[in-house]
Structure formats: C-alpha cells, structure tokens
C-alpha cells in the first residue's frame, strides 16, 4: 500500500530544517546531484515540482517562510514586504530560521538605496524604523530587521540564513543578540561588504549591552569597516562561536572584545588584513580555542590577551604583515600628534605608540598631514605630550599572566621579529610541534624570530627554520632544531629532579655571576638537593689560533634545616678537559638564609685580550623533604 503524502512530506521537513541534503535526495532522488552551496529556496522550487507530481500542495510541503511577494517599482527590483506582523510570526516560530532575503537583502554585490523601493522616507520607516535616510543601503536594513524579528519573536532564539551574495550597508553596525546565529553559504560566497564603503564604524557589535552570549557566526566573510566584530559589555563574554568565518580589510582591526572572553570556539577562521587581528584587552581570556585559524596580514599585532588561561591554538597559522617598529621626535595636545623628526620606519593607522609618560594604548587612528614621516596625526586618547622619542609597539603574540596557554602545530612565517611579548610570566606558555620559517620586516631575507618574556617558556619538538636565540629562560623538551642556548634553559624537568643550563656569558679575564637560586617555602623540616654542575670555559685566540678549552665538574650538595640558613657544598673540582694553563674556577654560596642561597660561580682564564665565554650545567635530583616544601632549583 502507498505510503501517505504527509509520511513523505514530513521527512522532507525534517531534513531541510537541518538543511541535510543528503537526506533531501533520499526523498527526492530525481533530483540532480546537489552542490554544497545550495539554498533553502532551490530545494524549495524542487519539491514543489516533485509535490505537484504526487498530488501534495506545495504551500503544506513545507514549513518554511513564504518568499517575498513581488511588488514591481521603477527599478524592477521587488519591494520588501512587511514580515512583522502576527501572520508572518506564526509561520516561522517553529522552524526557527529565517532568510535576509525575505526582508528585502539583494546581495548582489551593488548599492541599493531605499529610494528604489520607496518615494518616501516615511513610508521606509514603516518596515525599517531605523532608516534615516532614503539614501540608506537595503542590505544592511534587512539583515538588521531579520535578526529584531529573530529576538522577538524566539526570546533571542533562532538562526538567520543569508545566502550567496555580497551585501552592502551604510546605516551603522549589526546588532547581533544572544543566542542567534548567522549562517552563510561559505567565506568569500557570502559575504557582508563594506571594503569600499569606508564607515567609521564596526561592522557587528553586541545589541545586549550586559553580555554577547551564545552567539554564533558560520560559513561566511566581513569585509571593510573599522572593526568586523566589536564588543562591549558590561558583565560577560561567553559560548560564542566563529565558523567558517573571514575577516578582512578592516582600518582598525578584525575583532575586539572588551573584557573577559571565556568558553568560546574559534574553528576554520581567518583574521587578517589589518592592523589588529583579536584584541581582548582586559582581565581575563579563559577557556578559548583556536582550531585551524589563520592570522594573516597584521601590521601591529595578531593576538593580544590578557590575563590568558587554558588557551588552546592548534593548526593554523600565523603569515605576513611583518614590519619594523617605528621611532620619531613627537608631540601631543589633544587628539593630535605632531612629528617633528622621523629616525627609523613609518607611522601607519593602527599603530599603538610608546613613550614616556604617554597614555595607554594610544593609537593612530587617522593621517593628517603626514604620511608615516614628519606631519600630523589623530590619536585615539586625548592628552598633553610634550615633544620626545615614541615608537610603536610590534609583536605577533602579545600575551599577559598566562597560564596553559598551548600554541600546537602552528605554522609561522613572515611576521613581526618579535614573535612572542610576554609579561607577568606564569611560566604558561608552551609552542609543541610548532614551523617558524622566519621573520620579515621589510628585507629581502627572513630573519630569525625573537622571544620576549619574563619567565619560563616551553619549547617541545618544534623546527626552526634559522638559528634562533630563545627566551632569558625556556624549557626545552625534545629535540628542537635550530633552537639556540644563549639563554637560561631547564630541560627534562620532573617532580624529582631536572637539568638547567645556564645562558652562554662572554668575557675577556675573569667573570663572576650568581647562577642558581636554591629556595623553599617555609623553615619546617629538612630537605636537599644533589647534583653534578658541570661548567665549560672556552678561550679564543684573538689571532686566530688554536682555543682553549677547560671543563670542570663539581658535586654540589645543597641542605635545608630548621632554623639554619641554607648551606651549599661542593667537593673538589673534577677536571674533565683542560687543554692550556692559565684556567681558574671556583664557586661560592652567597648571602645564604634559612630559605634561601644563591651559587656564585668565578672564573678566570688567565689573558686579558682574547675572548672567552663560559656556561655551566646543573643535573640534580631532589632529596628528602616534604613534597609541598621541597627545595627547588631556579636561575638568578
């Protein structure tokens, strides 16, 4: 027996709201194979062919929006019906999903004021209340006015679909609202442009001002504007979710979010063309991924977080933008900035500038009269500067007190010298499996990358593509090639011992230095320390003869007592390769405490002209001591 009709149509219901087209051609195997672009509107004329054939009425075929209903005006263009009556709210409340399309959004890529479609400004506002002008570009209405429908209408619930096109706007930014989504066909298929319409406004912001919650962007690209997404809240920034989503050629930057931006999705996303890629620039950053997201393209900055904790980049990549800092002879009074002197690079829109007494993140936010050399400037920050030295602030990855923030399998090239600026330095930051080909900032040759923090950062099994000095301290796991030692570097650390190694220091006769910290929590029990340091003298004939080379090690024992200071003692020096006379090393604990002491080494080598240079290495394991009071070894 033949099935029912509402059977058939019911599954083709269900499919389409998920807008799974693998199912819509199950029920619907005449018809052709479908493009992964395809709207909701095609399939729509499809089964109403199909319906007809079998009997069923395409208007209960589907539960869906009607399509706009033509009204024929001077430019043939159809005028937008109203869809916020009782009528049009009834037949989506359900299916929960609406198309830009049905409130007038033409998306082909052209401007279309409100003056084709209405004689009057009056009669606009009727169905777009927030014109204000005939002059206003429909695209960007609809879009507004499909998502206010989408907030009343579903409690701020819901999804609006635009499809292939490029839509134009002039009369102010998005308000996206909580819980809503806006899906496109694909970045670059849909796209929401204003790359040659410069307003001096975002693209998208918040429209609830106390947080932007659980909102989402898929499979669709923002083009031009100050910003493409800008957010500002009062309380919180939570569950949002870019997929698939293309950010580009804006003046300023890609996103902004003004305060705590936590449990988010990054997937399958590019921030790029732009000063700024994504800005969170108070407390706190908490909880985000980045899946497969490229930065690209950023003249300043590509990531800036503060207060960044279990953060997560894998895959991706950062590329291009790289350009050295700035440096002039400047002056502020207002919102002007004056340069009388420029010694290195050139100012451009979007630079934050660094000088004493000058207020932060002031940035260029406009030219004048100068094009990047002597001239005039409009800052971000009102204020009275007298005239000094400013330079502007360049770095890929600018990162404040983190903690588990994990950059896996990312590739970098071309970018900013400075890779990494890190300051209170929760010894958080890992780079695993990661490529740096090499900077570049304005030469012909990529550069080696440089690392700026003020504490531990961890290196597993990454490649460089040049020679690379790290960080004054790194931990370093694995192999790392190209990875260089004039730095402060723990290797294999463990809950029962490790290894440093000291940062490579050069002299000419003797050298004395403070090079390991030994310290503990409190002054309750007894705990030690043993190991073997191992420290390496090299001379080089400033004639160009033969070096010289000594190698000594000591076995260093280091004890903790109640109520005593720390001691420090090491048994008599074991030569292991001493090639000339002339060498003399010795070590010493320093201003000991009862929490404290510091090994000093001394080396002499016996000439006062030729070069030497000198680094030691300390294998230790920990002893007897409480777990939570043990001594632990550090670098001064």
Known sequence: MAHAPRCFVSDINLALKDMNMTKVQKHLPSIPAIESGITRRAVTVAIATFSGAVGVSSANALNTVSPVQSNPIQNGLAKPSDRSGASYLDRVRNAKIMEASDFGAQGDGFEHPLSEFYNTLEAAQVEFPQATSLNNLIDGLAIQKALRVIKTSHHERGRLYIRTGRYRGNTGSIRLPNFVEMVGEGPGITVIDNQNTRVGYPLIVNDNPAGFINSALRELSLHGGYRAIDVNVSSEIAGITFDGVSMALQTMGNMRCNKLLQLSLFNNTTFGDAPWGLEVPAFTTNAVDFRTVSFENHTVCSLRLRSAEAVNISGGRFEGGGRPPARVVGSIAGNLLTVTAAMSATLQVGDELIALGIAPETR????????????????????????????????????????????????????????????????????????????????????????????????????????????????????????????????????????????????????????????????????????ILRITMNKQSATGGVGRVCVEEYGITVSAAPGNAMQIQASPARVIDQNASGFEMSIANVRPTSLQALLQIECKSGSTSDPSYLFASFDYELGHGAPDNQISVDFV
């Open 364 to 531: 260029v936010v406009a030219l004048r009269s100068g094009t990047g050399g002597i001239g005039t400037y409009v800052v971000s920050s009102a204020q009275s500067l007298g005239s000094r030295v400013i330079t502007t602030f360049k770095a890929s990855i600018d990162i404040d007190n983190a903690k588990a923030f994990n950059i896996d399998g990312v590739y970098f090239e071309a970018t900013h010298k400075k890779l990494l600026q890190e300051s209170n330095c929760r010894n958080g930051i890992t780079f695993k499996g990661c490529h740096f080909t090499g900077a570049k900032e304005g030469k012909s040759e990529f550069e080696e990358y440089q690392f700026k923090s003020d504490g531990l950062v961890t290196f597993e099994r990454n490649n460089f593509g040049l020679p690379t000095v790290g960080p004054s301290k790194m931990l370093v796991i694995g192999q790392n090639k190209n990875l260089g030692f004039n730095s402060d570097v723990i290797l294999a650390v463990t809950e029962r011992g490790g290894k440093l190694i000291t940062k490579r220091r050069n002299f000419t006769d003797a050298i004395s230095f403070e090079a390991l910290k030994f310290s503990r929590l409190t002054d309750v029990g007894s705990q030690s320390v043993t190991g």
